[in-house]
């Protein structure tokens, strides 16, 4: 599946922003979802994930409480909504697809899309 992340940008701290990821195809059901972030000099990590239906969600815990992953089968569309966000939240962020579940390891990445948190 390709996927094309969007919505980046920059907001202050402690607002919002909501990221959006389109897949191409007509699996996209059949994936589950996730998005990763990598910071200027860090390693990449995880943000979180949600299964095929969208009923079971998992979060880094440096963004529980803050962040919400959904998706929209019918749009073949997932979304990560940014609340109270924070400077150490600037990373460009990707989002990646599963074929299985759990998930060994994710089989297609979007290209990413910076977002920048000001103080």
């Known amino acids: 599946v390709q996927l094309q992340a969007s919505g980046g940008g920059l907001v202050q701290a402690g607002g919002s922003l909501r990221l959006s990821c389109a897949a191409s195809?007509?699996?996209?059901?059949?994936?589950?979802m996730a998005w990763f972030r990598r910071a200027p000099g860090k390693e990449r990590e995880f943000v979180a994930s949600?299964?095929?239906?969208?009923?079971?969600?998992s979060y880094a815990d440096s963004v529980k409480g803050r962040f919400t992953i959904s998706r929209d089968n019918a749009k073949n569309t997932v979304y990560l909504q940014m609340n109270s966000v924070k400077p150490e939240d600037t990373a460009v962020y990707y989002c990646?697809?599963?074929?299985?579940?759990?998930?060994?390891?994710?089989?297609?990445w979007g290209q990413g899309t910076q977002v920048t948190v000001s103080s």
């Open positions: 990646a697809a599963a074929r299985q579940w759990p998930a060994p390891g994710y089989d297609d």
């Open positions: 195809g007509r699996t996209f059901s059949t994936y589950a």
């Open positions: 949600i299964i095929m239906s969208g009923r079971s969600t």
